[in-house]
């Protein structure tokens, strides 16, 4: 398992930019792929960006070219930096953490599931 903590969220004008992080405790060891999510209306949740297990990021066609994913391994902690911050960029952002179902996976104990943090807000105002 994996215990997802975000924070990062505040409230800023049009234009500027925030920095998310995501602290991960347990099975950070697993081969996994690690993601950031938004909520949309009716309480869905929308992709923004991820990492795959290869290393590779990937975003959201409404994020590209302003907000940026990375990872710190030795602090097993997942970042979103975020520029240029418009307002349709407000709402609430999670964190995911997905155990893959590989080989290697199952050789170290990790049971393949999907975690998530309890999310932070983010607003920004015109």
């Known amino acids: 398992q994996v215990q997802l903590v975000e924070s990062g969220g505040d409230s800023v004008q049009a234009g500027g930019s925030l920095t998310l992080s995501c602290a991960a405790s347990g099975q950070t060891w697993c081969i996994s792929e690690v993601s950031w999510y938004r909520e949309v209306p009716y309480n869905e949740r929308a992709f923004v960006s991820k990492?795959?297990?290869?290393?590779?990021?990937s975003y959201a066609n409404s994020v590209k070219g302003r907000f940026a994913i990375s990872r710190d391994e030795s602090k097993d902690t997942l970042y979103l930096q975020m520029n240029n911050l418009k307002p349709e960029d407000t709402t609430m952002y999670y964190c995911?953490?997905?155990?893959?179902?590989?080989?290697?996976?199952?050789?170290?104990?990790?049971?393949?599931?999907?975690?998530w943090g309890q999310g932070t807000q983010v607003t920004v105002s015109t």
């Open positions: 995911k953490w997905e155990i893959l179902s590989r080989s290697t996976n199952w050789v170290r104990n990790c049971r393949e599931g999907t975690y």
């Open positions: 990492i795959d297990e290869d290393g590779r990021d």
